[in-house]
């Protein structure tokens, strides 16, 4: 059967959260202290999610992003093909085996060389779980038939009040229905576009009040690597417009960048005192991330 999600509004959820957030911790964040806790900072694991944004830009319009297409955009970067394949080889050597995306805050196919990153990506680090999440927009039927083989799992993430399979998604919800062996690897998430989710660090243009901050330690710095089309590295996939530079994948390995001086320096902040006193974490309602064995929390 085809796997068909229908996602709904969060606003509930977000107004029990804030309830929470004011005089409790809820049993996710105690997670979150335990786990930043546990991190021992001489032998950090490699990350469980690596992202690799190969172009700033997204084509969609959803109001609780802080880049959708009408907000301030950041300076248009697309990543060089020789960067793109040192960060691959990098991840390699390492043998990486955790989560791999080759996109971030972006529509993956606005980047005309995305198959064949992927294919690339496929081939040098197959351990590695490579997953997309796109808004299908631009991807056609051809493309996503191109490029599914080099996927474990895409999401389609369809943005639409009705809740609907839309017309320029059907053709690939037609094919992939007819062929059974695609059914677990790709998920039609039926989206509200203006739903109300995290506020990203106090950036999202739908919730930026502050009053939604969380007070958990956040998992994120000790599990996520993100790598911006510039080669600069970013604190979390919250923090959208790169206003944190950690490191720079020019000049550095994969294992120099993890461990940063500027990244350390997070770490041992977070671990002390938790998200007080950080740009954009201090005002992130965000709790969860990708947790062994746990799913994270929108
Ligand atoms: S608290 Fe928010 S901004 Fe800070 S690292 Fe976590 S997700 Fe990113």
């Not at 959708?68 to 691959?88: C, G, S, W």
Request: a negative charge; proline letters at 5%.
């Amino acid at each position: 059967m085809v796997r068909v999600e229908r996602r709904n509004s969060f606003e509930h959820k977000n107004k029990l959260k804030d309830f929470y957030h004011k005089f409790f911790k809820t049993g996710m964040e105690k997670l979150n202290d335990r786990i930043v806790d546990s991190y021992d900072m001489d032998n950090l694991p490699l990350p469980l999610e690596v992202e690799i944004e190969t172009v700033n830009r997204c084509n969609g319009d959803c109001p609780f992003c802080p880049v959708n297409v009408h907000e301030p955009q950041r300076p248009y970067a697309k990543m060089t093909d020789e960067l793109f394949y040192k960060i691959i080889d990098d991840l390699s050597e390492l043998n990486y085996s955790g989560q791999l995306a080759i996109y971030s805050n972006n529509e993956p196919f606005l980047d005309e060389r995305i198959i064949k990153f992927h294919e690339y990506a496929r081939e040098k680090v197959p351990n590695a779980f490579i997953h997309m999440y796109t808004n299908g927009s631009v991807m056609g039927l051809e493309k996503f038939k191109q490029i599914i083989p080099y996927l474990d799992e895409m999401v389609l993430d369809i943005y639409d009040d009705r809740q609907i399979i839309t017309p320029v998604i059907q053709p690939v919800y037609d094919y992939v229905e007819s062929h059974e062996e695609l059914h677990e690897k790709v998920l039609f998430s039926l989206r509200l576009k203006h739903e109300i989710l995290n506020s990203r660090g106090g950036q999202s243009p739908n919730k930026k009040d502050e009053a939604h901050r969380s007070k958990a330690k956040c998992v994120l710095p000790f599990q996520e690597l993100i790598i911006r089309p510039t080669g600069h590295i970013s604190l979390c996939a919250a923090d959208a417009l790169g206003k944190y530079d950690l490191g720079d994948m020019n000049t550095m390995t994969i294992m120099q960048a993890w461990h940063s001086e500027k990244h350390e320096e997070i770490r041992k902040a977070m671990k002390k005192t938790g998200r007080k006193g950080l740009m954009l974490c201090d005002k992130c309602d965000l709790v969860g991330g990708t947790l062994k064995g746990v799913n994270g929390i929108e």
